[in-house]
């Protein structure tokens, strides 16, 4: 089975997006980060002396309440469709908030990293990297060199564009 085989049998078997399903998801990739990073900052900090955390928060509301009204009504709306659409949002606010904490602590250096699609159970085992190639892109970045780059996104060990 190639690639392409394997992701489209993830998207047709194992990925069907509901309401509750879509609020889990925005719950767990963005709250659930959101939440973690707050209870560590102030232990960070303690290590270092127009976009705001207020706007990214309410966009990520904006998308619960039009998911609520159904799937066609988000995509009617500008949100993304399909059964990855609040993984997608999900994922943009992540990326926002991790920019809004960058300008917000400079001693800091705060970057998004995509780890690629890995094996796990997460992704029924479908995905095409083994556990230490995602989690060696993530090391990378966290070992980059002081004054390195800070809110950014990175794909491949590389820098990479957030759109």
């Given amino acids: 089975m190639d690639t392409y085989e394997r992701i489209e049998l993830l998207l047709k078997w194992c990925l069907r997006e509901t ?14 980060t959101k939440q973690i990073i707050g209870a560590l900052l102030p ?18 509301a904006a998308f619960a309440r039009d998911l609520e009204a159904g799937a066609a009504a988000a995509a009617a709306r500008g949100w993304p469709a399909g059964a990855l659409s609040a993984y997608a949002v999900s994922k943009a606010a992540l990326n926002a908030y991790s920019r809004v904490l960058a300008r917000r602590h400079p001693a800091l250096r705060v970057n998004c990293v995509h780890p690629g699609f890995v094996r796990t159970d997460m992704t029924v085992n479908f995905g095409l990297l083994p556990p230490e190639e995602g989690a060696g892109r993530v090391v990378a970045v966290a070992l980059l060199p002081a004054g390195g780059p800070t809110g950014a996104y990175f794909q491949d060990r590389q820098l990479a564009p957030f759109v």
């Fill in 19 to 32: 309401c509750g399903a879509g609020k889990a998801c925005l719950r767990t990739n963005y709250h659930g």
């Fill in 43 to 60: 232990l960070l900090l303690a290590f270092f002396w127009n976009l705001s955390e207020a706007r990214v928060d309410a966009v990520g």
